[in-house]
């Protein structure tokens, strides 16, 4: 066995495969704490926003036009489909600037904490130290479908706690607001993750992937663990081609369950998806992580979809042919990674479910 250096305090050990040695099956680490209030997302949700101020056939009603409206929203604002009803995901408009000096830049990180997206920023930004130089303002779904900002109602009570925020950078509402500070203005999605530069008011990024690899390559020199490389050159093959399979069969295939606006697209996503996770699930009984003994980006972009399948796509997206918990080596890998100093703090609050993740030092609500 060997550990990882933490960065804050004593390593975590984590257990690595024996040189050679083939894993069969996964040895499951401990099981995560969880605080589940329900565990079914309408009864949770409806009693979130009513309590007991409503009789039980009112409560049905109303959370059935509830969910029924944001449900529309969604799909009108968040869902393009093709003619085939194929959920077709609007690609970011500001790419990695490749030219820019970053290190010399005063930047700021816009997310959302219930996207997966989102979240592999945050991982990677925590992984290479980067929270002193990278400041974060965390956004809300709004009623009218676009990010917000707003004091939390939930107290916190330790400051590792990431909770919604108000809008630290710029003071703004909401995030269509940020974007249209830049100069010229923005007329496009306004989409988290975003990279802002501060003293120029400009998106620096809002594809996901580009900041992670900016935050893993180009940022260095402020990062206070700059050592660290999520994406080594000896990998980078490997690494670029499990994304390739991973992006469009898992990360954005969950989402095709969930916005497939005909049968035949629904079919396709869901059959697509699960024969890609048995896929994974057999190539994690012989290898410790997707790229053998060291975890990569590769594995920070499976991570974020792995952690929300069982309580948002399984329920949500109508991912239902099988549970992540069934999968041996898929649920053992979740599991960990949560023994990697920081990613244990980099775990999520679902609001939707009232479901709270509680792993080492710190929590997102």
């Not at 024996?18 to 589940?36: D, E, G």
């Not at 996207?115 to 130089?133: N, S, Y």
């Not at 005909?262 to 410790?288: I, K, P």
């Not at 979740?334 to 929590?363: E, F, N, P, W």
Request: net charge positive; proline share 6%; aromatic share 10%.
């Amino acid at each position: 066995m060997s550990s990882t250096s933490s960065l804050f305090g004593s390593p975590i050990p984590f257990p690595r495969a024996p040189a050679k040695t083939k894993i069969k099956l996964r040895h499951h680490l401990p099981t995560v704490k969880m605080s589940i209030s329900n565990s079914n997302p309408v009864t949770t949700l409806t009693k979130l926003l009513w309590g007991r101020s409503l009789p039980p056939h009112l409560l049905i009603s109303t959370v059935r036009t509830t969910w029924s409206a944001a449900w529309h929203l969604m799909m009108s604002q968040l869902a393009p489909s093709d003619p085939t009803g194929r959920y077709t995901r609007p690609a970011s408009q500001f790419k990695n600037p490749t030219s820019l000096n970053l290190t010399n830049q005063n930047l700021h990180l816009y997310i959302g904490l219930p996207c997966p997206w989102a979240h592999r920023t945050l991982i990677v930004r925590a992984l290479k130290g980067l929270e002193e130089f990278v400041p974060v303002s965390v956004a809300a779904p709004g009623m009218d479908g676009y990010w917000e900002f707003r004091d939390s109602t939930v107290p916190v009570l330790d400051n590792d706690i990431i909770v919604p925020s108000l809008d630290k950078a710029n003071g703004c509402k909401t995030l269509i607001e940020v974007y249209n500070l830049r100069r010229g203005g923005y007329n496009g999605r306004s989409s988290v993750p975003m990279l802002w530069n501060v003293n120029k008011k400009e998106v620096v990024c809002n594809e996901s992937y580009d900041i992670i690899e900016l935050f893993n390559s180009r940022l260095n020199d402020v990062a206070q663990n700059p050592g660290l490389d999520l994406s080594p050159p000896s990998l980078k093959k490997k690494i670029d081609e499990w994304n390739q399979i991973i992006y469009p069969s898992v990360n954005n295939g969950v989402y095709r369950c969930g916005f497939a606006q005909s049968q035949e697209a629904y079919d396709s996503a869901v059959n697509e998806l699960f024969s890609t996770l048995e896929m994974l699930d057999d190539h994690l009984g012989s290898s410790r992580f997707l790229c053998g003994d060291t975890i990569t980006l590769a594995d920070v972009c499976l991570f974020t979809t792995l952690i929300r399948f069982d309580l948002v796509y399984n329920v949500l997206f109508k991912c239902t042919k099988k549970k992540l918990i069934e999968y041996q080596n898929l649920h053992g890998y979740m599991q960990d990674i949560y023994q990697v100093h920081i990613l244990v703090a980099y775990i999520y609050y679902l609001q939707c479910t009232s479901v709270k993740i509680v792993l080492g030092r710190k929590t997102f609500i």
